[in-house]
């Protein structure tokens, strides 16, 4: 396992004359980080993480039913769970999809937490084989791979693709979602599958005419719908592609190979999630006023604060990364600093954009 990250200090007397060099611990900060040359450990900490996430899931879906009230409007309840779950078409009718739901997350939670068991106590769990020449997980080889970290890549990809595709047959064929303008649970039976209509949300081209929210600002249900599916596409087809293909010769010299850079970029992913949320949050086709109620500000501040602190983990990460692999340099600071200054225009303008409406 690799050391502890520590900071010397130099404290310095008036005189001049000695210095006490002092030797302090920042080994805590580190979290998941100690494990990356564990691959086992490594893998079973990841499993444990989406394990206790699916058991939050459950637990706190089954705490809000027994304090649902069927008579109060569910926006005036203070839930958090049971709103998406409306949204999404379930338990509109009859609670017990509510249940089903909660006890799925519960039982999903064990199976992954006994899998995270099992990398941990299993120390050749993740030396195995990766087509003909990738061969996965052996102490510190996992990182400076190209071919093993593709692989890695493009199952994730397929997988959030999977997920991607899963919500569009849900509101095509499987009972519908939530309409805030019929104001009931209909199936989408038209989804947009015009690329045009669909990209070019990303540069604020909507039905509606130009609007700087771009994505966030998506008006009807098809589009919704039909955004989804071509992220699914999209996903799934990146995902085929990093899992059979090594990455190109001009990328590897480019991109750095260290376990901290790859958690960095990791970090910066769900941190743009965040981000971009945070514009959602307005939207009230995805946050409809009768369900989610009309007080965004709370729900603003919290996809503010989480992406801080994954944007935050994505700069020291990276930083330490760039050291450790010898790239790094002055700029390095410079860069992060107007990354932070560009989080926090994005922060402000969402919070104004709070007040105006």
């Known amino acids: 396992m690799q050391s502890q990250p520590t900071l010397d200090v130099a404290v310095n007397r008036v005189d001049g004359s000695s210095s006490l060099s002092q030797l302090r611990d920042f080994s805590w900060l580190q979290g998941n980080a100690r494990l990356i040359n564990r691959t086992e450990l490594l893998l079973g900490a990841h499993l444990a993480h989406a394990g206790l996430i699916m058991f939050w899931a ?17 926006a005036d309840q203070g839930l958090l769970l049971l709103p998406r779950l409306v949204n999404l078409g379930w338990g509109t009718d009859n609670i017990e999809a509510w249940f089903a739901i909660a006890i799925l997350h519960l039982a999903s939670s064990a199976v992954l937490a006994a899998g995270g068991l099992f990398h941990v106590f299993n120390k050749q769990s993740t030396n195995y084989a990766v087509g003909d020449d990738r061969i996965m997980a ?9 071919e093993t970290l593709s692989f890695i890549l493009g199952q994730h990809l397929i997988i959030l693709g999977f997920a991607a595709s899963l919500f569009v047959l849900k ?23 015009n690329p045009a209509v669909i990209l070019g949300y990303l540069f604020g081209f909507t039905r509606h005419g130009w609007d700087p929210m771009g994505m966030a600002a998506v008006d009807n249900l098809p589009d919704l719908v039909g955004g989804h599916l071509w992220i699914s596409v999209i996903c799934i087809s990146g995902g085929i592609w990093h899992t059979v293909r090594a ?5 590897r ?26 514009f959602f949050v307005f939207n009230e086709l ?33 930083l330490l990364g760039q050291k450790r692999s010898g790239r790094f340099s002055e700029s390095s600071y410079y860069e992060a600093a107007m990354a932070g200054f560009a989080t926090i225009l994005v922060v402000a303008l969402a919070i104004g954009l709070n007040s105006v409406a």
Do not use: C
């Open 171 to 193: 509101a095509t064929r499987f009972g519908g979602i939530y309409a805030p303008l019929a104001g009931s649970v209909h199936l989408v039976e038209n989804a947009t599958t």
């Open 286 to 318: 995805v946050y409809p006023i009768e369900i989610f109620g009309d007080n965004r500000l709370e729900t603003v501040v919290l996809q503010a604060v989480l992406a801080v602190v994954f944007l935050g983990g994505h700069v020291w990460h990276n």
């Open 247 to 251: 990455p190109f010769g001009w990328f």
């Open 253 to 278: 010299e480019k991109f750095i190979y260290d376990g901290h850079v790859i958690l960095s970029y990791s970090l910066a992913g769900v941190g743009l999630m965040a981000l971009i949320s945070i």
């Open 58 to 74: 459950g637990s706190f879906t089954l705490l809000e039913i027994s304090r649902y009230v069927a008579d109060v409007p569910l």
């Open 138 to 146: 052996k102490e510190e080889g996992l990182w400076s791979n190209p």
